[in-house]
Nanobody, 117 residues
Framework: QVQLVESGGGLVQSGGSLRLSCAAS????????VGWYRQAPGKQRELVAS???????NYADSVKGRFTISRDNAKNMVYLQMNSLKPEDTAVYFC???????????WGQGTQVTVSS
């Protein structure tokens, strides 16, 4: 089992940058695929970016070229570097981990990102 705690959200102007962090408890973090999701008011939760235990990344079309996901398995950390932020990026961002064998899914509590125009 793993517990996830996000941090790094806040208020930023359009065009600015933020770096989200996700700290995971437990051990053998590399056996989890990890992703960042977001949910805006009145909208469904959507995948922003994901990274496998081996480092293969995937991005939503809306953030390609602006966001970068990375992980440090030794520190049990996942990051989301967000550049060139737009007002439509405003949402609660959630960290997600999926055990690669058991397929158990874990979520963090979320961190608010607000981009002002």
């Amino acid at each position: 089992q793993v517990q996830l705690v996000e941090s790094g959200g806040g208020l930023v102007q359009s065009g600015g940058s933020l770096r989200l962090s996700c700290a995971a408890s437990g051990n053998i973090f590399s056996i989890y695929d990890v992703g960042w999701y977001r949910q805006a008011p009145g909208k469904q939760r959507e995948l922003v970016a994901s990274i496998t235990g081996g480092g293969i990344t995937n991005y939503a079309d809306s953030v390609k070229g602006r966001f970068t996901i990375s992980r440090d398995n030794a520190k049990n950390m996942v990051y989301l570097q967000m550049n060139s932020l737009k007002p439509e990026d405003t949402a609660v961002y959630f960290c997600n981990a999926v055990h690669i064998l058991e397929r158990a899914v874990y979520w963090g509590q979320g961190t608010q990102v607000t981009v002002s125009s």
